[in-house]
């Protein structure tokens, strides 16, 4: 049976190893979720509210963490908005749709508390079937002006976004020192770094844009 709390104190160790074992050679060899993990908690965009753990007959098997983020549009009027990540299932759990479950419980729990919009950057095949769509299609981008592929948006209440062009902010934490993150990493137990094809498919993914009809 899955149930999903908020996360508690107790919990914290087991969310970290979990993280860690989700992205370890993931995305590069080794990773730096399970350190956002460690620090996210004490920062002012972190939101415990919607700080949530899966558990699968008792046991945590998985974790999300939101933080706010923001809008700007061209005329500087500024929205408050959701971002969350790291999202993770330990990997013997994993595509069994309770990534999805806990997404879901997230959200209800957002819509409650008021929240309307949620920006995440990710791999779509992952979020697409929970309601994300491109950036583009809500004329929201980068700093830059540009529309990753990666970025989608999610409306918790419709008509949330009126199609005006916004440009996207996360939270500092998000800005993660990768040599102090390496650095933590290795206090841990040991795990093997290797290459795997997913770390190709993530950087063509991180580096790919949708184009711009406008320009």
């Given amino acids: 049976m899955l149930t999903i709390r908020n996360e508690t104190k107790a919990d ?7 993280t860690r074992k989700a992205f370890y050679n993931l995305y590069i060899p080794g990773c730096v979720e399970h350190y956002l993990v460690h620090i996210m908690r004490e920062h002012e965009d972190f939101i415990p509210e919607l700080d949530f753990v899966a558990e699968l007959n008792g046991q945590v098997i998985g974790n999300i963490m939101f933080t706010k983020a923001k809008l700007t549009d ?3 009027t500024t ?10 299932i330990a990997p013997e759990h ?7 479950v806990l997404m879901e419980h997230a959200f209800q729990r957002a819509v409650e508390l008021g929240h309307s919009v949620v920006v ?4 779509p ?3 697409v079937s929970s309601g994300f769509k491109s950036c583009k299609k809500y004329n929201i981008c980068h700093d830059n002006g540009k529309f990753p592929a990666a970025m989608m948006v999610k409306e918790l209440k419709e008509g949330a976004l009126d199609g005006r062009k916004w440009f996207y902010r996360y939270s ?8 102090t993150a ?17 770390q190709d498919e993530f950087y063509i993914m991180s580096h790919s844009f949708v184009e711009d009809e406008d320009m």
Avoid: A, H, W
Avoid at 94 to 100: A, L, T
Avoid at 182 to 198: I, Q
């Fill in 12 to 18: 914290r160790e087991i969310v970290e190893k979990i």
């Fill in 74 to 76: 061209e005329q500087g």
């Fill in 79 to 88: 929205q408050d908005i959701l971002t969350f990540g790291p999202l993770c």
């Fill in 94 to 100: 994993q595509r069994r749709g309770y990534g999805k």
């Fill in 120 to 123: 995440i950057l990710g791999s």
């Fill in 125 to 127: 095949v992952n979020y």
């Fill in 172 to 179: 500092p934490i998000m800005d993660i020192d990768e040599q």
């Fill in 182 to 198: 390496l650095e933590y990493d290795s206090g841990l137990e040991s795990m093997e770094k290797k290459y795997l094809p997913s």
